[in-house]
Nanobody
Framework: QVQLVESGGGLVQAGGSLRLSCVGS????????MGWYRQAPGKEREFVSS????????YYADSVKGRFTISRDNAKNTVYLQMNSLKPEDTAVYFC????????????WGQGTQVTVSS
């Protein structure tokens, strides 16, 4: 089973950019569909973006479409989330997630990385 570790979070001003990374280990990374979720204080965890095993299909929540870009490098066992034009409402803990063969629910999760956007 793949294990996931996120990095790249931090504090940024509104309008700024961050790139999150998530490295997978312990499994064949290319066999997993990958995704990013986020959870703001007092709110439910919500879907942000996902990418297919080969990276040819991507999906985005409406709230981030046009600002965030998901990508992956299977040779590096890494999935990225490039976040541009950040807004204070993007403040959340961001979680990387995996699902085997890209099917069913995401069932492997990282520990999360904090993103804080100041106004």
């Amino acid at each position: 089973q793949v294990q996931l570790v996120e990095s790249g979070g931090g504090l940024v001003q509104a309008g700024g950019s961050l790139r999150l990374s998530c490295v997978g280990s312990g499994g064949t990374f290319s066999l997993y569909g990958m995704g990013w979720y986020r959870q703001a204080p007092g709110k439910e965890r919500e879907f942000v973006s996902s990418i297919s095993r080969e990276g040819d299909d991507t999906y985005y929540a409406d709230s981030v479409k046009g600002r965030f870009t998901i990508s992956r490098d299977n040779a590096k066992n890494t999935v990225y989330l490039q976040m541009n034009s950040l807004k204070p409402e993007d403040t959340a803990v961001y979680f990387c997630a995996a699902r085997y063969y890209g099917m069913g629910q995401f069932n492997r999760w990282g520990q999360g990385t904090q993103v804080t956007v100041s106004s």
